[in-house]
C-alpha cells in the first residue's frame, strides 16, 4: 500500500489545506507542461495526483487511514475496482487542476465556452454618473463552414471508440479506480476524421468584436460586470462562456469615495471663518451654496445632502466637506496693522489651562 502522506510530503495528522497546499507546490513543479519529454516528472506528476486524489477527499482520506491502520495491523488488502474500498470515481482533484492550469474539465461532452475577462478602466464621474463605453475584444467565433463541430461539411465527429464518449478512462491504481483523460480523443469523447479547411478542426476562428457597455450609475471600483454569452464559443457547438467586465475607477484630485459619499476638503478664507461665509463648494455634477457659521474651525464638516454617489433605484448619497482654514502667508503693512489691533483686543486665550492639566 503506498503511502500518499509521504508521497504529497506531509504528516499523516495534516489539515486539509496543507495537503491541497501541497499538491498545488508539486503539481506545478512536475507537472508535463512545465517538464516537457520529462517521463521521470510525469511519473512524479502522477504519483501526487493519485495521492491527492485520495487524501484531498475527507471521506477518501478516512477511508486510506482505516485501511492503512487495518493492514499494520497484519489484517489482509482489500479487494480494489471500480466498486471497490472506495467506491470509485473522483473527488475534487478535477477542479484543484483545473485551478492551477485553467484546463476545461473533461466529462466527455462537447465543454461550454471559456469565460472572458477585461479590465476596463473608468474615470472617477464616470463611474458615479453612468457612461456608455465602446471596447474591442479578442476573442473566437464558431467557424460558420463546419457550424462549430470542426468537421468537413458533409461530414461529422464520430464517437471515440477508445472511451465510447465519455472522454475518460478507467484505470485501477491499488485499491482505487482513477479516471483519466482519454488519450485518443483528448476528453472531448469526439473524434474529427475530415477536418474543415476553414478552421483546421477547431471550430473556431479568431475574432475583434466590438461591444458596447452600459456603465450603470454609482459603479464602484473592483465592481465586475458580466455579459452572458460574450465570452469564447464552447466546443462543437456547445454555448459560448460569459465575458466579465472588471471596473477600475481612477482617481480624482478632489474627490474621494466612500460607500455611498463622497468627501472633500474645502479651504477657507481666515476671514471667512471667523465672521462666517456664504461659499461654492463644487459636487461631481456642479457647484453648491455652503453657508459657513462664525468662528468654524480647521477640521469642522459639513454634510451635504443628496450630493453623495448616486443609487440605480434614485437618490443619492450625501457630500461631507471637511473645512480648512488657511492662514495668509504674506501680509501688506495694512493687513498686518489690522491683524495686529485684533490681536490686542482679543481676551480668550485658547492655551488657557493647558499647565494645571499638564500637572
Given at each position: 500500500?503506498?503511502d500518499?502522506?509521504k508521497?504529497?510530503?506531509?504528516g499523516?495528522?495534516?489539515v486539509?489545506?496543507?495537503?491541497?497546499?501541497?499538491?498545488?507546490?508539486?503539481?506545478?513543479?512536475?507537472h508535463?507542461?512545465?517538464?516537457?519529454?520529462?517521463?521521470a516528472?510525469?511519473?512524479?506528476?502522477?504519483?501526487?495526483?493519485e495521492?491527492?486524489?485520495?487524501?484531498?477527499?475527507?471521506?477518501?482520506?478516512a477511508?486510506?487511514?482505516?485501511?492503512a491502520?487495518?493492514?499494520?495491523a497484519?489484517?489482509?488488502?482489500?479487494?480494489?475496482?471500480?466498486?471497490g474500498?472506495?467506491g470509485?470515481?473522483?473527488?475534487?482533484?478535477?477542479?484543484?487542476?483545473?485551478?492551477?492550469?485553467?484546463?476545461?474539465p473533461r466529462t466527455?461532452?462537447?465543454?461550454r465556452g471559456?469565460?472572458?475577462?477585461?479590465?476596463l478602466?473608468?474615470?472617477?464621474?464616470?463611474?458615479?454618473?453612468?457612461?456608455?463605453?465602446?471596447i474591442?475584444?479578442?476573442?473566437?467565433?464558431?467557424?460558420?463552414?463546419?457550424g462549430?463541430?470542426?468537421?468537413?461539411?458533409?461530414?461529422?465527429?464520430?464517437?471515440?471508440?477508445t472511451?465510447g464518449?465519455?472522454?475518460?478512462i478507467?484505470?485501477?491504481?491499488?485499491?482505487?479506480?482513477?479516471n483519466?483523460?482519454?488519450?485518443?480523443?483528448?476528453?472531448?469523447?469526439?473524434?474529427?476524421?475530415?477536418r474543415?479547411a476553414?478552421c483546421?478542426?477547431?471550430?473556431?476562428?479568431?475574432?475583434?468584436?466590438?461591444i458596447?457597455?452600459?456603465?450603470?450609475?454609482?459603479?464602484d471600483?473592483?465592481?465586475?460586470?458580466?455579459?452572458?454569452?460574450?465570452?469564447?464559443?464552447?466546443?462543437?457547438?456547445?454555448?459560448?462562456?460569459?465575458?466579465?467586465?472588471?471596473?477600475?475607477?481612477?482617481?480624482?484630485?478632489?474627490?474621494?469615495?466612500?460607500?455611498?459619499n463622497?468627501?472633500?476638503?474645502?479651504?477657507?478664507?481666515?476671514?471667512?471663518?471667523?465672521?462666517?461665509?456664504?461659499?461654492?463648494?463644487?459636487?461631481?455634477?456642479?457647484?453648491?451654496?455652503?453657508?459657513?457659521?462664525p468662528?468654524?474651525?480647521?477640521?469642522?464638516?459639513?454634510?451635504?445632502?443628496?450630493?453623495?454617489?448616486?443609487?440605480?433605484?434614485?437618490?443619492?448619497?450625501?457630500?461631507?466637506?471637511?473645512?480648512?482654514?488657511?492662514?495668509?502667508k504674506?501680509?501688506?503693512?495694512?493687513?498686518?496693522?489690522?491683524?495686529?489691533?485684533?490681536?490686542?483686543?482679543?481676551?480668550?486665550?485658547?492655551?488657557?489651562?493647558?499647565?494645571?492639566?499638564a500637572r
Amino acid at each position: 500500500m503506498k503511502d500518499y502522506y509521504k508521497i504529497l510530503g506531509v504528516g499523516k495528522n495534516a489539515v486539509q489545506k496543507d495537503i491541497k497546499n501541497a499538491y498545488r507546490k508539486l503539481a506545478r513543479q512536475y507537472h508535463p507542461d512545465a517538464k516537457p519529454g520529462d517521463k521521470a516528472a510525469e511519473d512524479r506528476f502522477k504519483e501526487a495526483s493519485e495521492a491527492y486524489e485520495v487524501l484531498g477527499d475527507k471521506a477518501k482520506r478516512a477511508e486510506y487511514d482505516r485501511q492503512a491502520e487495518y493492514l499494520a495491523a497484519g489484517g489482509p488488502r482489500m479487494a480494489g475496482g471500480p466498486q471497490g474500498f472506495y467506491g470509485g470515481g473522483t473527488s475534487g482533484f478535477g477542479s484543484l487542476f483545473e485551478d492551477l492550469f485553467q484546463t476545461q474539465p473533461r466529462t466527455g461532452a462537447p465543454a461550454r465556452g471559456d469565460d472572458l475577462y477585461y479590465t476596463l478602466t473608468l474615470g472617477f464621474k464616470e463611474a458615479l454618473l453612468g457612461a456608455v463605453k465602446r471596447i474591442k475584444i479578442d476573442r473566437r467565433k464558431s467557424c460558420l463552414t463546419c457550424g462549430g463541430t470542426g468537421a468537413k461539411p458533409g461530414s461529422s465527429p464520430t464517437t471515440c471508440p477508445t472511451c465510447g464518449g465519455r472522454g475518460v478512462i478507467a484505470q485501477n491504481q491499488g485499491p482505487f479506480s482513477i479516471n483519466r483523460t482519454c488519450p485518443t480523443c483528448a476528453g472531448e469523447g469526439l473524434i474529427v476524421k475530415d477536418r474543415c479547411a476553414q478552421c483546421g478542426g477547431s471550430g473556431t476562428l479568431p475574432e475583434e468584436k466590438q461591444i458596447t457597455v452600459n456603465i450603470p450609475v454609482g459603479t464602484d471600483d473592483g465592481a465586475k460586470l458580466k455579459y452572458r454569452g460574450f465570452g469564447q464559443p464552447g466546443q462543437r457547438g456547445a454555448p459560448a462562456g460569459d465575458l466579465y467586465m472588471i471596473v477600475k475607477v481612477l482617481g480624482h484630485p478632489l474627490f474621494k469615495r466612500q460607500g455611498s459619499n463622497i468627501h472633500m476638503d474645502l479651504p477657507l478664507k481666515f476671514t471667512e471663518a471667523a465672521l462666517g461665509a456664504t461659499v461654492k463648494a463644487p459636487t461631481i455634477t456642479g457647484s453648491v451654496s455652503l453657508k459657513i457659521p462664525p468662528g468654524t474651525q480647521t477640521g469642522q464638516v459639513f454634510r451635504i445632502k443628496a450630493q453623495g454617489v448616486p443609487k440605480a433605484k434614485g437618490g443619492a448619497g450625501d457630500m461631507l466637506v471637511k473645512v480648512r482654514v488657511e492662514v495668509p502667508k504674506t501680509l501688506s503693512p495694512a493687513q498686518r496693522e489690522l491683524i495686529v489691533r485684533l490681536a490686542g483686543e482679543t481676551k480668550d486665550d485658547p492655551r488657557a489651562g493647558l499647565e494645571e492639566m499638564a500637572r
